[in-house]
């Protein structure tokens, strides 16, 4: 009697476990269609999410303070991507633009060699060295994670004309800041050794 209570029991434990493999496989098509649709807002709210941090970016790059010190426009603006360029297509070159302001900094301070590579280590360190807002690393860290989630996770949601604007707003801002700082450094003397 005890071995068919215990037989009993396993079989009521496993009952449940059983009915739902069997709905599953019987409803396959119906959860497939289902995840499709979820996975379809999901994409969408992550797109509207970025979008409202790129314009963030924006508003907020528009307020750096070494902006102040930025000349007027010159005509030594940045170049323009190509026309036929993507809005993906758009965000690296700005973003490029940056990394190469960002490197020529680096290098000039003699950074460590991990932090001259990455645009928001190297922001970060000259915000240790009290040469850059705290505004400015800010947006350089917001920025690079955009710009990170945009390579790396693309297939996530669709990068529209509207972040595209915003980011490259955002980046051509602080790539003037920190050509500011780089407009602070020195020349060499011609008759030092």
Not at 189 to 193: G, I, L, T, V
């Given at each position: 009697m005890e071995i068919a209570e215990l037989v009993l029991?396993?079989?009521?434990?496993l009952a449940w476990p059983a009915v739902a493999i069997l709905a599953l496989v019987h409803f396959r098509g119906?959860?497939?269609a289902l995840l499709t649709r979820v996975t379809e807002a999901s994409m969408f709210g992550a797109t509207l999410k970025l979008e409202k941090n790129a314009e963030r970016a924006a508003a907020a790059s528009e307020e750096l303070p070494e902006l102040a010190e930025a000349p007027q426009e010159t005509g030594d603006t940045a170049p323009d991507p190509p026309r036929d360029s993507s809005d993906l297509g758009r965000v690296v070159f700005e973003w490029r633009a940056v990394e190469s302001t960002a490197r020529q900094l680096a290098l000039h301070y003699d950074f460590p060699r991990a932090a001259q590579y990455n645009v928001r280590n190297i922001v970060r360190e000259l915000g240790v060295r009290h040469m850059v807002s705290p505004e400015t690393e800010r947006l350089a860290a917001q920025l690079q994670l955009l710009r990170n989630r945009i390579i790396h996770d693309h297939d996530?949601?669709?990068l529209t004309p509207s972040f595209a604007d915003s980011f490259v707003e955002a980046a051509r801002n602080l790539n003037s800041a920190l050509r500011v700082i780089d407009a602070r450094i020195p020349e060499p003397?011609?008759?030092?050794?």
């Open positions: 029991k396993y079989l009521q434990a119906q959860i497939a996530n949601f669709e003397d011609a008759e030092s050794p």
